[in-house]
């Protein structure tokens, strides 16, 4: 085991998936000289060429376009994104392309294209730079879209996403790039849990949460602080956001009978809708309680100054967790 | 020009013209499901660059592409039935007239989102550079097309490169219902932009099949040697609307009328004969290109329309859509 960052387990994820398959190529701004503003992509350049890592203009459909070239002959390209905000010049190609060229081809065409992507806020970096717009990918059919929170999954599901031969939106946290954990390096992509597969980070019996990305700490912070007041929390790492792992969801929330859902992305229209009309209509039966749903505010992203209010926080979660257990 | 070159391409321009003549009685018929754009008139466009492309070179067009997989030896059967909706259709009537695509052939889609196919062509080329190939990736656009971010991105990124790749813009002088030249900064919307960006380009007549063919030569060749991409713009002239049953009535009268006494065909015609080639020759050509559109149309009325399983096929590599339920 070797103690890594989560954007230190992406760069050895990715190097290794660079390592396994000549057909991986990595393509973004400053992803090669400067091995990326978030030094997920460090060192890589200098160890598998300007051919295989490169740096592209400010010019996201460009890099996206130029992708999706090179998985109809055969490649395997991660595009990096360099913040949330930026993806919208490449929101065409990617909905209107990327997303429809295996079905519009009968399954002639595949589409190994791995979009990464730093969400989120709790930088300090105003919008463009801190937004989470993962509920636009997941609503459209013909991509996969994940979540990754900890440094042990990002190794895993950086690698199973280039192996996929679907189109993968890859959401990384930006605040917890830094976090730490120990990854084992060694372990066998085969043996790993499944890139569509949701992880039960902590059981409880009384209320299930559900988060994903970088709200699953957030989640967990919630579950020991409820713990010491006597409340048992289970916290689900959603992981997958298209295809939703309902099983395990629907499985926790008929033992808890009560469920809140924790997003940085605004409520209004947001995964936590999708989810809670599939519990209620799932397992209508089991709920003690309404599901309840604590995310951002339905406006811009606000300035820096005001972001820790729009951010779910310890306290929002536990205020929602405290109105499910009344009802 | 050799007689058997030249013969080639009067077939091609033919085959492809009674194929959109075909093509929009049947949409009158209300037999062609979805939307049509037909390239009746830049026929000498698709047939010249076609005939200086190698058999493994790659060809992105757009939405008005049916000239392109003709010249590019697409079944015409599986063409229209496509344009119907069949089963027996290109891609089991999943894309019509707007999303045929051919991988047997190289010509890796149909784009119907303006500019899109100019930055994934640089991908295609991207790819044989780096296979040593010395595969040639030829990109259609129309004149609308110049207008758009991803053009700029694609000439910029191609230079960049210096990739295999060939712009080619099809300037019909009009962006859907409007004249191109009453929303562009330039005269000449393709090549007055190339400079920009360090390409060479050249500006061609679009009705003139041999000029197509020589002009089309020398860039194709020109990449393939290793020197790099280049743009190349046609002027011609669409015969129909822009769509469907669009009579084109935003274009001047006299406009029109030059236009078709410009018409490729007839005009290539009158030079084969001049060249002593023999009218029965030519006749028996379109003879053969009307019995090839009249069985493609048999065929294509003839196959079943599909099962709704097929818009859930192929969503998914492992054929998943069913979660969404």
Sequence with gaps: ?327 | MDEATALGLYRTMTRIRKFEQRAYDLFLQNLVKGTTHLGAGQEAIAAGVAAAMREDDYTFVTYRGHNHLIARGTSLTAMMAELLGRENGLMRGKGGSMHLLDVSKGVLGSYAIIGAQLVIANGTAWSSQYRGSGQVTVCFFGDGATNIGAFHEALNLAAVWSLPVVFVCENNRYMEYTAIESVTAVKNPAVDRAPAYGLPASLVDGNDVEAVLASATEAVERARAGGGPSVLEYLTYRHGGHSRADPGKYRPDDEVAEWLRRDPIPAYRRVLVSRGVAEAVLDEIEAQAKAAVDEATQAAKDGPEPDLELAFADVWSDGGWTWRN
């Design chain 1, 1 to 327: 085991m070797t103690t890594l960052t989560l954007s230190k387990a992406l760069n050895e994820g990715l190097r290794k998936a660079l390592e396994d398959n000549p057909k991986v190529i990595i393509m973004g701004e400053d992803v090669g000289k400067l091995g990326g503003v978030f030094r997920v992509t460090d060192g890589l350049q200098k160890d598998f060429g300007e051919d295989r890592v490169i740096d592209t203009p400010l010019a996201e459909s460009g890099i996206v376009g130029t992708a999706i070239g090179l998985a109809l002959r055969g490649y395997r390209p991660v595009c990096e994104i360099q913040f949330d905000g930026f993806v919208f010049p490449a929101f065409d190609q990617i909905v209107s392309q990327l997303a429809k060229l295996r079905l519009r081809s009968l399954g002639h065409i595949t589409m190994p294209v791995v979009i990464r992507i730093p969400f989120g806020g709790g930088i300090g970096a105003v919008e463009h730079h801190s937004e989470s717009p993962e509920a636009l990918f997941a609503h459209t059919g013909g991509l996969r879209v994940v979540a990754c929170s900890s440094p042990g999954d990002a190794y895993t599901m950086i690698q199973q996403s280039v192996r996929s031969p679907d189109p993968v939106i890859f959401f990384e946290p930006k605040r917890r790039y830094w976090d730490k954990a120990e990854v084992d390096l060694s372990a066998a992509l085969d043996e790993a849990t499944p890139l569509t597969a949701a992880r039960t980070v902590a059981q409880g019996t009384d209320l299930t949460v559900l988060a994903y990305g970088p709200m699953v700490r957030t989640c967990v912070e919630a579950a020991v602080a409820a713990g010491e007041e006597g409340r048992s929390l289970e916290v689900i790492d959603l992981r997958s956001l298209s295809p939703l792992d309902m099983d395990t969801v629907l499985a926790s929330v008929r033992r808890t009978g009560r469920c809140v859902i924790v997003h940085e992305a605004a409520v209004s229209g947001g995964l936590g809708a999708e989810i809670a009309a599939r519990i209620t209509q799932d397992c209508f039966y089991h709920l003690e309680a309404p599901v309840l749903r604590v995310g951002g505010f339905s406006t811009p992203y606000p300035p820096s100054r005001l972001e820790e209010h729009f951010l779910p926080d310890l306290d929002r979660v536990l205020d929602a967790v405290d109105r499910a257990l009344a009802y």
